[in-house]
C-alpha cells in the first residue's frame, strides 16, 4: 500500500486559477456556498487573510482561506476535492490553521457552514461547537434558500 503524503503550502492571488478549480469541484452550485473569483481575490487581498493550499502527492485537494483580527480568526472557505476527500486532506487543512491560529496569538476559531451539510461533523469532531445560526444565509441558484450554523473553537 502507498503511502500519502498530505503537503500545506501558503498560498497568494497567483493561485486563484486553483482555488477557482478547487471551489467548483467542491461546492455544490445548488448550496450557493462557493465564490466568485472577483470575491475570492477581494477577501485575498485584506489584511490578516490566509490561503492555504493542501497537495496530496503533489496533486492540489484542497484549500482554507483564513482572516484573522486580533485575538480571533474565521475560516472563511474550507474546500476538498471530492476524488480526494476521505483521505486526510480537511483534517490537515484544519491543524494547519489552528497550528498557526495558536502560533499568531488567536484565542478563538469561528466558522459558519450551512445547515445539513456534511463538514458539520468533521468541524465537531475537532472541537468547533455551534454557537448560533444566520437564517436564510445562503441562496442557491434556484432561489431555494438555506440556513448558516455558525461554529466556534478555542485555541
Known sequence: MATRTIMLRSGDARDIALVDTLMAAAFDPRFGEAWTRSQALGVMAMPGVRLTLALLD?????????????????LLLLAVD???????????????????????????LHLEVRAGNDAVRLYTAHGFAKVGERRGYYRGKTGQVYDAHTYRRAL
Open 82 to 108: 471530492p476524488t480526494y476527500r476521505r483521505r486526510g486532506v480537511a483534517t490537515a487543512l484544519l491543524r494547519g490553521i489552528v497550528d498557526d491560529g495558536r502560533a499568531g496569538g488567536v484565542a478563538d
Open 58 to 74: 503533489d496533486q492540489p485537494a484542497g484549500f482554507a482561506l483564513v482572516r484573522s483580527v486580533t485575538d480571533e480568526a474565521e
